[in-house]
């Protein structure tokens, strides 16, 4: 019995990092503790009957029971010894994968937590100031994963150390556990990272949408301006000249600022279709605003070239009127001479 107990305690495999696996052998190993302490008085009894033969036989006969004895003694030291072994083994594998699991499991929350914050995410900002604080906003969950990633790290490799202490079948939750935190983080870490290139973008298309647009304003304010400034149409063939000139150089100005209107709008159109309903109402009014004055600088610059062409034409007509009249008068005076 004690060989075959000693035998089936050194069969013990050493386990690590799954608590269910560990108390599992625990519990094995109370059975044969169990077993143990119910030899202990068949040991005592034995040990007893062995005295008592070597004080009544002397000689040989009570030196080889002795040395039975000693073996005997010594063989259940051994399992004595192994049982207290294995469970001061076991009781602090099974603290240290407690300890390891609970850790694992808070931070599998948290990240859950966090991959939850994600997904619930709101539409993107429109304007820069929104778009700003939601990428602040966002951030601060960022820079909270990313502070974790030396925390999954000492956890990834403190399960793999203890995988390689461990045998195959007793190590395959550990294995799974460990699985489920790469894959889990693996996949966090991309969205997170999508996420923060997505919210950077909404702050460079919100914050160049919103330059451009303030550039195109101030440039429709000055144009506006000259117009409503531009002096009457002339009559005069000299300055109908230098007024059409003019306004070829203002006409080659809009058609130039054609393209920003149309990018203005194309860029405006995506942000509303993607941006948070509060932002989208501003674009659409700040949109619809600039819109109505492009087509009026426009409508107003084509009424300029139409009355210019008419200014033009009658300062023409005039002139040539003006011009036959005064050959006219030039010939009848240079005819009165020579009659003279």
């Known amino acids: 019995w004690l060989n075959r107990t000693d035998q089936t305690l050194d069969e013990f495999a050493p386990v690590f990092g799954d ?9 094995k190993l109370r059975i044969i503790q169990n077993d143990v302490h119910a030899h ?74 966090i991959d939850g914050l994600m997904i619930t995410s709101k539409p993107v900002g429109g304007l820069p ?4 604080e939601q990428l602040d906003k966002f951030m601060e969950v960022f820079n909270e994963l990313e502070e ?47 996420r923060k290139v997505k919210l950077e973008d909404a702050v460079k298309q919100a914050d160049g949408f919103h330059d451009n ?37 203002l006409q080659r100005d809009i058609i130039e600022h054609r393209e920003a209107m149309v990018t203005l709008d194309k860029t405006g159109t995506h942000l509303k279709y993607f941006s948070q309903k509060q932002d989208v109402i501003l674009i659409k009014n700040l949109l619809n605003s600039v819109q109505h004055r492009w087509e009026n600088v426009v409508s107003r610059s084509a009424q300029r070239t139409r009355g210019l062409d008419q200014g033009h034409k009658e300062a023409k007509q005039f002139h040539d009127a003006w011009k036959e009249l005064a050959d006219w008068l030039d010939a009848g005076q240079l005819a009165a001479e020579r009659m003279r």
Do not use: Y
Request: with cysteine; aromatic share 2%.
């Open 129 to 132: 100031e929104t778009a700003k």
């Open 213 to 249: 647009l303030n550039d195109f304003m101030q440039w429709l304010t000055g144009t506006e301006r000259t117009l409503t400034n531009l002096k009457p149409v002339s009559r005069v063939m000299d300055n109908v000249m230098e007024q059409i000139e003019a306004h070829k150089v």
């Open 19 to 27: 608590p269910r696996t560990i108390e599992l052998e625990l519990a």
């Open 40 to 113: 202990e008085q068949t040991i005592s009894r034995v040990n007893e009957a062995g005295r008592e033969v070597i004080s009544s036989e002397g000689g040989e006969h009570a030196t080889a029971t002795r040395e039975k004895l000693d073996t005997l003694n010594a063989n259940w030291d051994v399992v004595l010894g192994k049982c207290r072994d294995r469970q001061i083994d076991l009781e602090s594998s099974l603290r240290e994968a407690k300890a390891f699991h609970e850790e694992l499991q808070d931070l599998l929350v948290r990240l859950s937590e």
């Open 148 to 194: 974790n990633g030396p925390r999954v790290a000492s956890l990834l490799d403190t399960g793999h150390n203890l995988l390689g202490k461990s045998s195959e079948q007793a190590a395959r939750n550990l294995k799974q556990s460990l699985s489920t935190m790469q894959t889990r983080w693996d996949n966090i870490m991309a969205r997170a990272n999508d």
